[in-house]
């Protein structure tokens, strides 16, 4: 308890002594409560230190804090409707770059994870050649069954786990603390979000989960034509160490040399769109961190995705929603689109269906007929997110990756070829998987109504039927959790949370008071 405590005061004295405080409260009227706590808080631990002029002394400042806040940054960038779009951009320049750790600490590692035998079978193991946050990657080459093949090695750092989940639970305390005091937060699921953030990171922190998604992605790719990811060594491959296929390949930043190569940058472009929105609605898992440092192409002209830490899945009810509403704008039927956020559930059932129409064709149709490079998407996230708190739709966590993915693939497609159509490229995509799933809001809704009356034909099993209705039930609102464990760990640690909130505060209010006292 007073560990925690003490993260959030270091939390709290980096915040009070940057310039966050005051370019939330521009879009988010902070409580004055608020407000004087930081001030005080930074005051007394952390001196007068001067505020930068510019909002970029908040990237610096998170950038400080070390891996959990530099994660957790990236993160919100995903997150304008929380916190503004101010607040996003500047995150979005946060690097997840720390110093490497050196060469001979990764190959004691390797050698306590994989064993001696094995780890003799990694040679020419090259010095860090690129350090993240959680993990750094060396180039190597292996020796497998007498065949040598160049590999790429990736790290883990020592004791990473330990110190990102201490300071997760920290956050998490917070989370709950600002939803007790400020209760129109409670629509934005901030518990959920740092919930779905801290097992998005944990299963990162275990690279044979890595392993394990690159093998599915693998598995799920391999006849897409132009699309080609790299294979999983899985006998130099454990917990903390991961061996796959080295990328040779020009990165897709590097645009004058794609096209120096003689590659056509716009075709790069679309199918990179295509083959993101094929892989979210057909397969319901795609690669959920496609920024460009993660995409090469290869000499074949092939797209080629690197470090799958981040992986999304999207349930087949979702995944049939999303395509109907993605479809819907691109049909311009938004009609349509308001009549799936109801049997989704996105939104009360009390909402008139054409009134949430006309605030849908207000955001599509001022994008249709423009290219990539004329249409704002601040503006058009501003917008939804507005009619979102207009209409009461609830936040989905499932789809938060979704969301941040497609806003990163749009932004890479735009900087290879600022003239691609988005809404263009990404129709044939959508219809034909429509097609091959014929009407997938009338097969969901008849689907619920059969089971339920499947259920009530089966009176012995009376605690079956209880349960089936409560699943049900969640699924009519659009309140999916992932997994059952995952659930039922999110209720307990609320559960904590709320145990702990009478605590926390009177500690905090001890250490405000003693921070008076002393300094």
Do not use: C
């Not at 990756?401 to 749009?410: C, I, N, P, S």
């Amino acid at each position: 308890m007073i560990k925690k405590i003490i993260i959030l005061f270091k939390i709290a004295r980096k915040i009070g002594s940057s310039d966050i405080i005051k370019i939330v409260d521009r879009t988010h009227r902070i409580p004055f409560f608020i407000k004087f706590f930081f001030s005080l808080v930074s005051l007394s631990f952390g001196g007068n230190q001067k505020k930068s002029d510019s909002a970029d002394d908040l990237s610096s400042t998170i950038q400080e804090l070390g891996t959990t806040f530099i994660k957790l940054g990236q993160f919100l960038a995903t997150r304008p409707d929380i916190i503004g779009e101010e607040l996003t951009k500047n995150l979005e320049k946060l690097q997840d770059k720390l110093p490497p750790f050196s060469k001979s600490l990764a190959e004691n590692i390797i050698r306590e994870e994989l064993g001696e035998l094995t780890a003799k079978n990694i040679i020419e193991f090259s010095e860090p050649i690129a350090a993240a946050s959680i993990a750094q990657v060396h180039k190597a080459k292996i020796n497998e069954a007498n065949t040598i093949k160049d590999v790429a090695v990736k790290v883990l750092r020592p004791n990473i786990k330990e110190i990102f989940n201490s300071e997760i639970d920290a956050i998490m305390m917070l989370a709950y603390l600002v939803e007790t005091f400020i209760p129109k937060t409670k629509r934005l699921k901030l518990i959920e979000v740092v919930f779905l953030f801290k097992e998005i990171t944990n299963h990162e922190m275990d690279l044979r989960f890595e392993a394990a998604a690159a093998n599915e992605y693998l598995e799920n790719t391999k006849n897409d034509l132009g699309f080609n990811v790299p294979k999983i060594y899985w006998n130099f491959t454990s917990e903390s160490v991961l061996t796959l296929d080295w990328v040779d390949g020009i990165s897709i930043r590097e645009k004058d040399k794609l096209i120096e190569s003689g590659k056509n940058t716009s075709k790069i472009a679309s199918d990179l769109i295509q083959h993101f929105l094929r892989q979210a609605v057909r397969d319901g898992f795609f690669h959920a961190d496609m920024h460009q440092g993660n995409i090469f192409i290869n000499s074949s002209g092939q797209i080629v995705p690197i470090d799958f830490g981040i992986m999304g899945r999207i349930d087949k009810l979702n995944r049939r929603y999303l395509a109907e509403i993605l479809f819907g704008f691109v049909s311009r039927d938004y009609k349509k689109v308001a009549e799936v956020h109801l049997v989704a559930g996105l939104v009360p059932k009390n909402v008139s269906v054409d009134e949430l129409a006309q605030a849908l064709r207000s955001i599509g149709e001022p994008i249709f007929g423009q290219s990539v490079k004329d249409i704002s998407g601040g503006k058009l996230l501003k917008q939804l997110f507005d009619i979102t708190e207009k209409f009461n739709m609830q936040t989905q966590p499932q789809l938060l990756l979704l969301q941040k993915t497609m806003v990163v693939v749009e932004g890479v497609s735009r900087k290879l070829d600022p003239n691609t159509n988005i809404w263009e490229t990404s129709r044939p995509v959508l219809e034909n998987w429509l097609k091959e799933t014929k009407d997938p809001i009338k097969n969901v809704v008849d689907s619920l109504k059969d089971s339920a009356e499947i259920l009530k034909k089966i009176p012995e099993f009376p605690k079956v039927m209880e349960n089936a209705n409560q699943a049900l039930a969640f699924l009519a609102s659009g309140q999916i959790p992932q997994n059952t464990n995952s659930y039922s760990s999110l209720t307990e640690k609320k559960n904590e949370m709320k145990s702990l909130r009478n605590q926390s505060i009177i500690g905090v209010l001890i250490l405000v008071f003693l921070s008076v006292i002393v300094f």
